[in-house]
């Protein structure tokens, strides 16, 4: 048995590739490469066709092995496809990829990539392909490969024309099987296998040589981007017809193996605490829609910034783009107190399905995976995207944690809902979030994290099976209410300072509060150190709300501005709260005009308001 197996995985970006035994990352056109990756091999070294790159696609790497290296069996994955040697059979497509969301390690150990699985399975076979493909399941109307190349778009007959030709002048022992292969309608695609050393130097020699001979038959120069890559796919029909070919002669022990399609190959950003005294951690989440106000967020914070501290900002994203990350990165470019790193959480995530509803997305349930993301950090401070800075939060991180889980603001609009404004608040946090006091229920906007004491605590496994056993009504905030209670030291109400929207959380809402937190509230209002734009109405769209001036102070001076204009004036849609049944807005017409007649906290507006929710609760029914 050989441990002497190398399998090359094709890359032409930055991607995720792991530190496994037998995987061997090579950069595939590197002559030409504007960036060259230092962690790879490069298909430039040596004997190569590196500037071929662009017309041969993969098959740049598969040469540089030929020709530079030495193994006992040669294998071909791409960056984002892998055989899979587990033995059991997983769901896949119709093109038979197994598709996965995330490519990391224990997914990896999901598909079977383990040295002595992998040795034990290749020393048992010459060839290990990738599957047989059933071209009638992708397309009815498919009869043949043949027919699958010439309508495939910017794919042409008469380059298979010419291979078939070359095949017959130069290799007519092979001209009858792939007469056969391209009448069938079975097929083997994406140049990924595992071959023996003398199979695959034999199957080398006659494919580049066809190859060669068909570069100088056909003059590619006019044909597209696309089309350009045609001897990629050549080589992808040759594969097919070659490893049938031996299969006929029965000479060799081949296997199948499923194949993988990862949707993302990032890097594994794996983010190490700056050695400082005076570091300041602070996280938030976002998505590629939503960076516009988060940018302005981080705009405030860096302004209220100290001189004299250094601010590890991470952003928790699966989806931001690259332009967007340059336009962050642009904001913190010229204060080299600040870092900025691009965390994407949906590894620890992916197997879990999140309630959402309303103005909330998935993104809120990225602060509970914070203690096993950032398994080198003691501490974070979470800020939620939708405010705006006015002091320099290190007066807040730097706040002792003791044994506290977290830190946090009570949340006065909950103990409002909760002493009647919403009939059935009370029944929820007594009955499912089983709170033992509930006007300890805290505001998750900001919050201060003892990452080390969750880790104690809890496992993620355990946050995010409480998280996906119920519909809690305000997702992970709920969530960490019941996890934390008793385990929360309480802040100054002024770190999240809730403004008020439509006129009802102050006089309607928190007025219902215990008169502690009503009187806590209005004296944050007063000289609020972060603004908190919670609920529905948001100041991108109302710039005339409560604050909505401060949001704009910073907003104007990002690099989103003007899409924050253009989505105000065009994207009318996004208010769909203001769009309210006919007779829903006459109902809180009589509501809202009765002050006198219905005073606040009086029996006759607390039965007035259960009318109220009974008939718009039929309406939105």
């Not at 009448?183 to 190859?211: H, P, Q």
Request: neutral net charge; charged residues 25%; contains cysteine.
């Amino acid at each position: 048995m050989t441990s002497n197996i190398k399998i090359y995985v094709s890359c032409h970006k930055n991607c995720f590739v792991p530190d496994r035994p037998f995987l061997y990352p090579i950069q595939v056109g590197a002559q030409d490469a504007s960036i060259r990756f230092s962690n790879m091999l490069h298909d430039d070294i040596g004997e190569n066709i590196s500037h071929k790159n662009p017309l041969y696609c993969e098959l740049t790497a598969q040469y540089w092995a030929w020709k530079n290296d030495d193994a006992d069996y040669y294998g071909f994955f791409h960056y984002r496809r892998y055989l899979c040697f587990t033995e059991q059979i997983m769901a896949h497509n119709s093109f038979q990829d197994v598709v996965i969301k995330d490519l990391n390690n224990s997914i990896l150990d999901e598909i079977g990539i383990k040295k002595e699985l992998m040795e034990k399975t290749i020393n048992s076979y010459d060839i290990l392909s990738s599957p047989e493909v059933n071209l009638k399941e992708l397309n009815k109307r498919i009869k043949s490969n043949k027919q699958q190349y010439e309508l495939t778009p910017y794919l042409y007959k008469e380059d298979l024309d010419v291979l078939l030709a070359i095949l017959e002048e130069k290799y007519p022992e092979y001209y009858e099987t792939a007469l056969e292969y391209f009448n069938s309608d079975k097929g083997y695609f994406c140049n990924m296998f595992i071959m023996r050393k003398e199979i695959f130097f034999s199957y080398c020699e006659w494919l580049f040589d066809i190859l060669e001979e068909q570069e100088k038959r056909r003059d590619y120069t006019n044909y597209n981007i696309d089309a350009y890559r045609v001897i990629g796919h050549l080589a992808e029909r040759l594969y097919g017809i070659y490893y049938t070919h031996l299969k006929k002669q029965g000479k060799y022990k081949c296997k199948e193996l499923q194949r993988t399609l990862f949707l993302n190959t990032e890097v594994k950003n794996i983010l190490n605490p700056i050695d400082a005294q005076n570091n300041v951690v602070i996280a938030l989440a976002t998505n590629d829609y939503f960076v516009p106000y988060a940018g302005t967020m981080l705009l405030s914070l860096i302004d209220n910034a100290s001189d004299y501290k250094f601010y590890d900002i991470i952003i928790l994203s699966e989806d931001i783009s690259i332009k967007n990350k340059a336009r962050i990165n642009t904001i913190v470019k010229n204060r080299k107190n600040f870092r900025v790193n691009f965390l994407n959480p949906n590894s620890l995530l992916e197997h879990y399905t999140f309630y959402t509803r309303g103005h909330f997305s998935v993104e809120t349930y990225y602060r509970l995976v914070l203690p096993e993301l950032l398994p080198d950090y003691n501490k974070v401070l979470y800020l939620d995207s939708d405010m705006i800075i006015r002091r320099d939060i290190a007066e807040l991180y730097d706040l002792d944690l003791e044994s506290y889980l977290i830190a946090a603001c009570y949340d006065a609009d909950t103990s409002g809902l909760y002493n009647g404004y919403e009939p059935n608040k009370k029944n929820y946090m007594d009955s499912v979030l089983k709170m033992v006091n509930p006007y300890s229920y805290f505001q998750a906007g900001t919050l201060l994290i003892n990452l080390k004491e969750f880790r104690k605590m809890y496992t993620t496994k355990q946050i995010l099976d409480y998280a996906t056993s119920y519909e809690f009504q305000l997702l992970d905030q709920d969530i960490l209410n019941h996890l934390c209670e008793g385990k929360v030291k309480y802040i100054d109400m002024a770190w999240n300072m809730m403004v008020d929207y439509d006129n009802k959380r102050i006089n309607e809402i928190i007025r219902l509060a215990p008169q502690w937190q009503y009187k806590e509230y209005i004296k944050a209002r007063s000289a609020p150190s972060i603004i908190h734009y919670a609920g529905p109405q948001k100041p991108w769209f109302f710039p005339e709300m409560d604050f909505g001036d401060e949001f704009w102070r910073y907003a104007k001076k990002t690099p989103w501005y003007e899409i924050m204009l253009y989505r105000m004036t065009n994207n009318s849609s996004q208010i769909l709260y203001q769009k309210e049944h006919p007779k829903e807005a006459k109902y809180k017409k009589i509501f809202d005009g009765n002050n006198c007649l219905f005073p606040y906290g009086s029996k006759r507006r607390e039965s007035l308001k259960k009318i109220y929710y009974y008939l718009y609760n039929g309406l939105k029914r």
